[in-house]
């Protein structure tokens, strides 16, 4: 069976004055996945949101939701989308359960039960009918995720959603949120700048650097092997590795040598056959930072108010 996507960028561009800003961009989105939006400063992410939600025109190029373009009937796609930016806004006079009453009342078709049921998802049963003011940081997180929920929309926009919450809340927000994306066959986008929270949270990332798709990686595939290697001369333990066509960096202590577990005695008996001595071989796995400097060649990730 063939999954469609519900979102799909064709070929977008956006020119501001003599600079393009997002530069024929390409992605599609699925739906059950949860996929990070990493790029360094200026990359172009928060222009490829805003023209997503119709915030800001693109120059050219199309964006297709459910398969029929945005520009075509722009308010049935936007029907389609929930959106949340940073920390939502809610009337901090009221309690939770009104202000969710109070949005369910700008849209049609919005039951009771369908109030209840968001509530429930991200666990706000004890504490809905308490007003906002009482709320920490991330329960009112919660309640915008609730309340972006509440149309059940086919796609979710999260753009830096963990922004000031303390690791106890980011773990909250990260469980609720793999928990809907499965129940609710919701596609989430997540702009973050914290990359061992996307790393956690998704099931695959794309990169954006310059405004272009530089990579996409799926978070569940295999990590390829890399061992962390001790060797003196450490010059001599790289080109002799080199030689033999393994990948080998350097390291500010040590060597990064890809190889398969199997390898690793015949390496071993390689290197101290030919006067290497081996200290110490340990396993090392790539952090999405590493892969990130990697990708954009050392480009900084945004923090959390650079847009």
Same mark, same amino acid.
């Given at each position: 069976?063939?999954?469609k ?5 064709k070929?977008?561009?956006?020119v ?5 800003i997002?530069d024929d961009l390409?992605?599609?989105?699925y %739906? ?10 200026g $990359?172009g #992410?928060?222009t490829?949101?805003?023209m =997503?939600?119709?915030?800001m #025109?693109?120059?050219? /190029?199309?964006?297709?939701?459910d *398969?029929?373009?945005?520009?075509e009937?722009?308010?049935? *796609?936007?029907? +389609? ?6 920390n939502?806004e ?6 939770g359960y ?7 009342r700008?849209? !049609?078709?919005?039951? +009771?039960?369908?109030?209840d ?11 809905? &009918? ?6 920490s940081?991330g329960m ?6 609730a ?5 059940r ?5 999260l753009?830096e959603?963990?922004n /000031?919450l303390?690791p106890a809340?980011?773990r909250e927000?990260r469980?609720?949120?793999r ?7 919701? !596609?989430?986008f997540?702009?973050s &700048?914290?990359?061992?929270e996307?790393?956690l =949270?998704c099931?695959r990332?794309?990169v ?5 798709? @530089?990579?996409?990686q799926d ?6 092997s890399?061992y962390?290697?001790e060797?003196? %001369?450490?010059?001599d ?6 030689? #033999? ?7 500010p202590? /040590?060597?990064?040598?890809q ?7 015949a ?7 030919? /006067?290497i001595?081996v200290? $110490? @071989?340990?396993? &090392?796995? +790539?952090t999405?930072?590493d ?17």
């Amino acid at each position: 069976m063939i999954i469609k996507p519900i979102v799909e960028l064709k070929n977008l561009t956006k020119v501001i004055g003599n600079k393009k800003i997002i530069d024929d961009l390409n992605l599609s989105l699925y %739906p059950g996945q949860i996929t990070g939006f990493l790029g360094p400063n200026g $990359a172009g #992410k928060t222009t490829t949101i805003r023209m =997503m939600v119709g915030l800001m #025109k693109r120059t050219s /190029g199309e964006i297709l939701i459910d *398969g029929k373009p945005l520009s075509e009937d722009f308010e049935e *796609g936007l029907s +389609k989308i929930g959106v949340i930016v940073e920390n939502p806004e809610m009337y901090k006079f009221m309690t939770g359960y009104k202000n969710l009453l109070h949005f369910a009342r700008m849209q !049609s078709d919005i039951s +009771k039960e369908r109030i209840d049921e968001v509530i429930s998802q991200v666990g706000l049963e004890q504490r809905i &009918h308490e007003k906002v003011s009482t709320y920490s940081l991330g329960m009112r997180q919660r309640l915008g995720l609730a309340q972006a929920l509440l149309h059940r929309p086919e796609f979710l926009i999260l753009d830096e959603p963990t922004n /000031g919450l303390d690791p106890a809340g980011i773990r909250e927000f990260r469980q609720y949120l793999r928990e809907i994306a499965a129940t609710e066959n919701v !596609s989430v986008f997540v702009s973050s &700048h914290m990359l061992s929270e996307i790393e956690l =949270m998704c099931d695959r990332i794309a990169v954006i650097q310059n405004g272009k798709l @530089v990579d996409i990686q799926d978070m569940t595939e295999p990590v390829q092997s890399h061992y962390y290697l001790e060797a003196s %001369p450490a010059e001599d333990a790289q080109e002799l590795l080199l030689s #033999k066509g393994f990948i080998v960096e350097t390291m500010p202590v /040590g060597l990064l040598l890809q190889a398969e577990k199997s390898q690793i005695p015949a390496i071993v008996q390689l290197l101290t056959a030919n /006067g290497i001595q081996v200290f $110490a @071989v340990q396993p &090392h796995r +790539k952090t999405l930072e590493d892969q990130f400097l990697e990708m954009t060649g050392g480009g900084q990730i945004a923090e959390a108010h650079t847009k």
